[in-house]
């Protein structure tokens, strides 16, 4: 537990000395929030599911960058090795970068999300609450299956857009969900009515992260 | 390796193409034509065999992906490589025989339906567990990673599926793909065709396992080869 | 096994690609013993050393260390396991103060912060505690490096041809702290291809071709200029 965190706190401090995940998360977030925008005609209103829609491909895209980053930083010099190495846990490797990885979107997202309401309106603005949750539930899932498959595609020989590729069609459900529950915050639906959402959001991160956890001795040794 | 005793195979094989000759009867002349649907309808029996036919080779490779895990012994690997293509394979032929059903009789090649969902992201795992494969060249790291994937794509599978129909719980569905109105002769007709198409799978997966095991042993021996020093080899002829 | 056998390598075997890196190998080692391994490419003798530092799980065999199995608690075993390999193991972005403090307290040093200054004073570096380590030079990183790997004050050291490439100072550097490793009593293995070096430190000295042990003795049973003879033979044995 105690390696784990000291695993954390070294990814943040590098990140903060040098933040290439965050500025590639970020930029690409912002560039298609505002591609979105100019796909959707003119005029045309947004609705509460036609936001959410966007609001999620711009976060599925912006976060796939910075799960794919995960690993790069332990690749220099063989550091992963140097990991493998110290008393650290694969299950502790694992954890640690999965909680980097659930930072690094939240934070993304705390800017993703006042450029969305800028671009499509604040009305969606008084959802903020609910919404948080949503994001915690689909950022932890991202988390879980994201680094599972980033420590993959990191030990794979040809590794371009290899993640995006694997990570993609297994979040799909996740995506379809938080969409759907987004979409109904946004049209005032009280709690009740998307908690089944919600739950299956939570099924989806527990079984994950129970996955990466029981196949990180496999992935990491050879 | 490969065994030179009393391959059961000529046997297997004529099975399953007796059974297919069974069932083309059994669907064609057997099975009376649906009231609504007619003629259009018959494609049913073999949409689903070719689902069931995936549905056994993603939980083969399930199955072989935690084998492989827990015993490391690459065999397991080969098994689940070639369970997957095979489940690609059908999983393609279910979509496409659901298409050309859903667009006569729904009016529509594709409609965003729990089984359609299922079978469409599905579908996409396991093309990428191919692209992940050509992506590593370390044979055990290899093995390991697809069989994580292989685990991971099935555990997602009653995910998607529970998603898709919570979705469609919302807007309630108008078709359901299992409203068929089953008479006795056409159950005999879909029985026959499941049996045959899963008689197909194990002739596929034996032989694709064999040569991919095969495949293996070339690529080893070439290695061994490359390996030796060109003095020996000289020395030997 | 013997009272003071500490490492106990017994029957190990790997395979990669249909070649076999190790066949059947079983040695041990005592406490305090510095075994030197030589060897011609590809006789399996770092896929050995990845073994025992648990990077690599063999096909089967296993490995015993201070009596117990290296499969349950390869945590705590990591905890006194030392490992130089070519590789910096060092983060770019980091300084080298960092660096050495981020090991420490990975492996639980008691006070990560001296333990690192300390480092850094054998290795010559504590001017340039605050640089980050990519500044460094060839020469520096290879030091830091070492003072990483040197960092929970190993029982168990495991070098990988560790003087390839090194510049002078860091070799002499290197040559001094296994000297006194050595008088410490650390159990030490050794993979190089340098024959002077090599058996200058052992105390036992064994030859490792086409995956098993085919020459293992006491350095003092050893005329180094025979062993030379023996050694090339061994190598040549293996490419003609």
Known sequence: MRSAWLVIRKDLRAELRRPQAMIAMLFFGFLLLVILDVAVPAGTEITPETGAGILWVAITFSSVLGLGRSFDREKENHCLEGLLLSPLSPEGLFGAKMAVNCIFMGLAELAILPLFFILYGDAFLRSLPALALVLLLANSGFAATGTLFAAITAGADRNEALLPMLFFPLVMPLIAMAVRATGMIFAGAPLPEYSSWLQVMAAFTLIFTGLGFLVSRHIFRD | MIPRTRNPEPVLITCTALLFAAAVYAVFFHAPAERVMGLVQKIFYFHLSCALVAFLSFTTACISGVAYLVSRDLKWDVLGAAAVEIGLVFTTLVLATGMLWGRPVWNAWWTWDPRLTTSLILWFIFAAYFILRAAVEKRQQRAAYCAVMAIAGFVDVPIVFLSARLWRSIHPVVIRADGVNMAPPMLTALLVSLAAFAALWGVLLRRRVRILAMAEQIRILEHRLDREPAQARRARY | ?240
């Open chain 3, 1 to 240: 096994m013997a009272a003071d056998d500490y490492l106990e390598v017994s029957g190990l075997c790997k395979e990669y690609e249909g070649c076999r890196a190790l066949r059947d190998l079983s040695f041990r080692l005592a406490r305090g013993d510095f075994l030197t391994l030589f060897g011609p490419n590809g006789a399996g003798k770092s896929t050995l050393l990845r073994i025992i530092a648990t990077l690599t799980a063999p096909d089967s065999g296993r490995v015993r260390v201070d009596g117990a199995d290296l499969e349950d608690g390869s945590e705590e075993f990591r905890k006194r396991l030392g490992f130089i390999s070519h590789h910096a193991l060092l983060y770019d972005q980091m300084s080298a103060l960092e660096n050495l403090v981020f090991s420490a307290s990975l492996y639980g040093v008691a006070d990560p912060g001296a333990r690192a200054e300390e480092l850094l004073a054998q290795v010559d570096l504590q001017l340039h505690r605050h640089r980050l380590a990519g500044t460094f030079s060839r020469g520096m990183r290879q030091r830091l490096s070492i003072a990483r790997a040197l960092v929970n004050d190993p029982d168990l050291l495991l070098l990988d041809e560790p003087f390839t490439g090194l510049d002078r100072q860091a070799a002499l550097l290197l040559g001094e702290l296994l000297l006194v490793l050595k008088e410490r009593r650390r159990t030490i293995i050794m993979v190089t291809h340098d024959l002077d070096r090599g058996l200058a430190m052992a105390s036992r000295v064994g030859i490792l071709a086409g995956g098993r042990l085919a020459f293992l003795e006491p350095r003092h049973r050893i005329d180094a200029a025979a062993f030379a003879g023996l050694y090339l033979a061994t190598i040549n044995g293996e490419t003609s």
